[in-house]
């Protein structure tokens, strides 16, 4: 079984930054690909980054790039999501999710969240005009 806990969302205002953290427990995070998704109301849930194993290979959405920064310290457990010049579409349920049974190359990101096994509770992260 795998817990994630995610942390750091809030309410800034449009330009403003903000730090999200996930901290996994349960089987050996260095194995587990990760992944940020968000959910805003009435619309799906949608990819926003996405991480290997090392954290050498990352992925984002075209909305995100130049903005957002996806990493991971694997000795604590613990995958970011650093969020700058943050606008009011950015608004939304952020939840980091764990792939941890795709078997696949060093630099593979895990892109289908159907994929994923385990998932936080999420944070919510409110951007104002």
């Known amino acids: 079984q795998v817990q994630l806990v995610e942390s750091g969302g809030g309410l800034v205002q449009a330009g403003g930054s903000l730090r999200l953290s996930c901290a996994a427990s349960?089987?050996?995070?260095?194995?587990?690909?990760m992944g940020w998704f968000r959910q805003a109301p009435g619309k799906e849930r949608d990819i926003v980054a996405a991480i290997n194993l090392s954290g050498s290979t990352t992925y984002y959405t075209d909305s995100v790039k130049g903005r957002f920064t996806i990493s991971r310290d694997n000795a604590r457990n613990t995958v970011y999501l650093q969020m700058n010049s943050l606008k009011p579409e950015d608004t939304a349920v952020y939840l980091c999710?764990?792939?941890?049974?795709?078997?696949?190359?060093?630099?593979?990101?895990?892109?289908?969240?159907?994929?994923?096994?385990?998932w936080g509770q999420g944070t919510q992260v409110t951007v104002s005009p």
């Open positions: 999710a764990a792939d941890v049974n795709t078997l696949a190359s060093l630099e593979y990101v895990s892109l289908d969240q159907r994929l994923y096994d385990y």
């Open positions: 349960g089987r050996t995070f260095s194995n587990y690909y």
